[in-house]
């Protein structure tokens, strides 16, 4: 999943993250798009069978019958970027909720 750079020996620990995070959104947009393609497509004409999904870095062609492991795929991506967007804070994980 992640996209390679040539220089990633010289990224300190808090790049790597911010790395990971920007593949995750990305892979993350990638299926949204295809699931609202194949959902939408189908209700419109119902003869849309298939879909590309394009990293940037491969292509994978998924199918109307693969939407529920979109559909499982999409929330362990959500989850996966939260936890990322918590690592990546500038003061650290914790998240601090005022009631007032």
Partial sequence: MALL??????????????????????????????????????????????????TGQDRQTVKRADLPSLYVRQKELLGLVAMLENRTRPFGGAVRVHPW
């Avoid at 990224?11 to 993350?28: I, M, S, T, V």
């Fill in 5 to 54: 750079d040539p220089d990633f020996t010289t990224d300190g620990q808090r790049q790597f993250w911010l790395d990971e995070l920007e593949n995750a959104k990305r892979l993350l947009h990638e299926i949204e798009k295809a699931i609202l393609f194949l959902t939408r497509k189908t209700i419109e004409a119902g003869g849309i069978q298939e879909y590309t999904i394009d």
